[in-house]
T-cell receptor
Framework: GAVVSQHPSWVICKSGTSVKIECRSL??????MFWYRQFPKQSLMLMAT?????????EQGVEKDKFLINHASLTLSTLTVTSAHPEDSSFYIC?????????????FGDGTRLSIL | AQKITQTQPGMFVQEKEAVTLDCTYD???????LFWYKQPSSGEMIFLIY??????QNATEGRYSLNFQKARKSANLVISASQLGDSAMYFC??????????FGDGTTLTVKP
């Protein structure tokens, strides 16, 4: 089945550091990928929709300059948390769907736990 | 407006018994899909079952079945013969045609030995 790989799984870094998270579709091409943020015991909050070859579409309230998304190829989207601060600590998870397949589930990466000290 | 509602923040079930996790949704689109995902404490999202709005029969996948009541706009997940490994958070999601998914707030299921 379709697989999405997300790296790294864990990141611990100092405040002010920029952190890049990669999301790769391993056996299919994904023109669209989604980035979510999740706090403990809460639902997934959609941050942005990543579109290959064009600018990402951000959800209301998400800072574009803070969370940079690049979707440079059909198999790779990256989320960069710029100048991260403790309040950015969270679980970030990406997903992709097979195009034109509304009856197909989202394929999720395993997520990245980000801790900013 | 909340499109997906999961009214049970937490549920307990005895091992080997069945449990129903509730999900109601709201849409005016005639074409949509309903999904259930499981999220263990490790964090990964695991797809369980899918129900299309035009499907006549309730979906089943092994121990998982979806009680789809279209008129009531409900899509409850039934887990039969619960196992300790079923302890996790469960999310109901809906995707309207050509649109992005909407997730419920989730239900934390705890299976007691």
């Amino acid at each position: 089945g379709a697989v999405v790989s997300q790296h790294p799984s864990w990141v611990i870094c100092k405040s002010g550091t920029s952190v890049k998270i990669e999301c790769r579709s391993l056996d299919f091409q994904a023109t669209t990928m989604f980035w979510y943020r999740q706090f403990p015991k809460q639902s997934l909050m959609l941050m942005a929709t990543s579109n290959e070859g064009s600018k990402a579409t951000y959800e209301q309230g998400v800072e574009k300059d803070k969370f940079l998304i690049n979707h440079a190829s059909l198999t790779l989207s990256t989320l960069t948390v710029t100048s991260a601060h403790p309040e950015d600590s969270s679980f970030y998870i990406c997903s992709a769907i097979l195009e034109g397949r509304d009856n197909q589930p989202q394929h999720f990466g395993d997520g990245t736990r980000l801790s900013i000290l | 407006a909340q499109k997906i509602t999961q009214t049970q923040p937490g549920m307990f079930v005895q091992e080997k018994e069945a449990v129903t996790l509730d999900c109601t949704y709201d849409t005016s689109d005639p074409s949509y899909g309903l999904f259930w995902y499981k999220q263990p404490s490790s964090g990964e999202m695991i797809f369980l079952i899918y129900q299309g709005s035009y499907d006549q029969q309730n979906a089943t996948e092994g121990r998982y079945s979806l009680n789809f009541q279209k008129a009531r706009k409900s899509a409850n997940l039934v887990i039969s013969a619960s196992q300790l490994g079923d302890s996790a958070m469960y999310f109901c999601a809906m995707r309207e045609e050509g649109s992005k998914s909407t997730f419920g707030d989730g239900t934390t299921l705890t299976v007691k030995p």
